[in-house]
């Protein structure tokens, strides 16, 4: 566990008594599948040098079949590890190991993509903007292209009128840029924002956990900042060719797309009295355009 030396009261702790020697608790929150090297590198980056606080780590992984919980407990045993039945995906498994840190007090919750390699300084940055801002944001770290360099994950804006639609938003030179939501790439979650929006929505499978989250909390009165500069290294997830007709259809209806438990209820919460038009839209484009 990293245990560091403690740092000065913040102001996500303005409900605490004051104290001389408070240390700031954060929570990692991480879900893995069968991407051994990336998980262990991930885990390697967050260690790698310890911030001003106290962190504990929970990874919930899904049953992978490539020894990957094996080598985090064999390299990592301070990792909070736990098992899932090859059925949670990401916003599930997410779920599950927010649900697990959520039995103890923490300050905040860090959704880690087991993708990221962060950058040296990455996490105390983080934990810098978090004592500078307070408890009331919710924060995201820039990630970057390995061989280009840019900006692939981050937080994004939205696009014209649908309401399912987002760009990627680019992060300012020195201040943070607000946003209408943040990936969960590399996202800070503060315990207050936690207390009024609670856990991701059982809804949710595998995609869509932060842009609902940072939706959620926005309606609440939170705002969603990107930071300034890059946080680590995220490449984006390789695109498949597409496929039209039934097997588009049957593509976007996988577990990992948008399968009707997951688009229903989520167009029903954030679409408005037309909802069933636009969630007949994506389907109608996987069948014609391709998926």
Known sequence: MAR???????????????????????????????????????????FASPPSCELEVFLLDDA???????????????VHLLAGD????????????????????????????DDVKLDLDAFQRLVNWFERLGSDT??????????????????N????????????????????????????NIMLI?????????????YLIHQGGDFVYSLRAGRAGFKSLLLPGSYGVCDENPVQPLARGFKGL????????????????LYKELAGVFWPFWWLVPYVRAFVVGF
Not at 173 to 181: F, I, K, L, N, T
Not at 193 to 199: C, E, F, L, P, T
């Open 4 to 46: 560091v030396r403690a740092c000065s009261e913040s102001r996500a702790a303005k409900n605490r008594p004051p104290h001389p020697f408070f240390v700031m608790r954060i929570a990692v929150l991480i879900t893995s599948f069968n991407r051994k090297q990336k998980t262990l590198a991930c885990l390697t980056s967050l």
């Open 190 to 202: 503060p315990d207050r924002v936690y207390q009024v929006i609670g856990n991701f929505p059982e």
């Open 138 to 155: 919710l924060l995201g770290g820039p990630v970057r292209s390995s061989d280009t360099g840019a900006y692939t994950y981050g937080g």
């Open 250 to 265: 049957k593509r976007a209806l996988a577990p990992k797309n948008l399968p009707v438990s997951y688009t229903m209820p």
């Open 64 to 78: 992978s079949k490539d020894g990957t919980p094996e080598a985090v407990a064999a390299s990592f045993p301070q």
């Open 86 to 113: 090859g059925s949670s995906f990401w916003s599930g498994g997410m779920r599950l190991a927010w649900k697990a840190a959520a039995k103890e007090h923490f300050d905040a919750f860090v959704l880690l993509n």
């Open 157 to 184: 804006q939205r696009a014209k009128f649908h309401p399912w639609k987002f760009e990627l938003a680019h992060p300012g030179d020195s201040e943070p840029v607000e946003v209408a939501v943040l990936n969960g």
